[in-house]
């Protein structure tokens, strides 16, 4: 059996996180690829790493949405969020890491990876879940920053992470997410790049390949 990752708690973190992100999601378009990220979501939803609910103004009807939040911390300030908003369906915030999702098999038809895979501790487990958790024809959803392509970037995406990483609950700056996600057995029906393809944020539609 799994070991269950240990609970991660980071109060200060979570307390300016709302503040931190929104120039980005004015200025840096970043609530702009929310948008167009949700827009794909379907059906039975589970997103991993919902951290204070950002994404949840943007989601489209669907028919129930399961939200994963390891840190208690931004779970509270997620469930304020979701009792402040209206919407069609229900929304039940469980506190669980992406590494051990308390969801039955194929009981997700769309599972969203917003802002998170950057900052999981086993990528690879957590994707290994998103793959149990997926019904069949179901979509990942993926929006994420990366290491970039441009060399000059990518050094200082390395040079940065260990203090980010610590500075921002497990962050990475330098993760190859999209490389990780194909290699889980995925594939992008849809990827964009920002910027000329060499930069560092990602959003995404993928399929589950056969196997």
Not at 23 to 33: C, D
Request: glycine share 10%; net charge neutral.
């Amino acid at each position: 059996m799994m070991q269950r990752p240990a609970e991660v708690r980071h109060p200060v973190l979570a307390s300016l996180y709302d503040g931190f992100m929104r120039p980005q999601e004015k200025l840096l378009g970043v609530g702009r690829q929310r948008e167009r990220l949700m827009a794909d979501a379907r059906g039975r939803v589970l997103e991993i790493g919902f951290g204070t609910g950002l994404n949840l103004p943007y989601y489209p009807p669907v028919d129930h949405l399961t939200a994963t939040e390891p840190d208690p911390n931004m779970r509270r300030r997620a469930g304020e969020r979701v009792a402040s908003i209206e919407s069609t369906f229900t929304v039940d915030l469980l506190g669980a890491p992406a590494e051990a999702l308390p969801v039955p098999d194929g009981s997700a038809d769309t599972v969203v990876a917003c802002l998170v895979l950057c900052t999981i501790g086993d990528v690879r487990a957590a994707l290994a879940e998103v793959r149990r958790v997926l019904a069949p024809g179901g979509r990942l959803l993926v929006l994420e920053h990366v290491r970039s392509a441009a060399p000059a970037v990518t050094w200082l995406q390395h040079a940065a992470t260990p203090v980010w990483r610590n500075l921002a609950g497990g962050c990475h700056l330098d993760r190859e997410t999209v490389v990780e996600v194909e290699a889980a057995g995925f594939m992008f029906e849809h990827l964009w790049r920002s910027g000329d393809g060499r930069g560092s944020f990602v959003q995404g539609r993928a399929r589950m390949t056969a196997g």
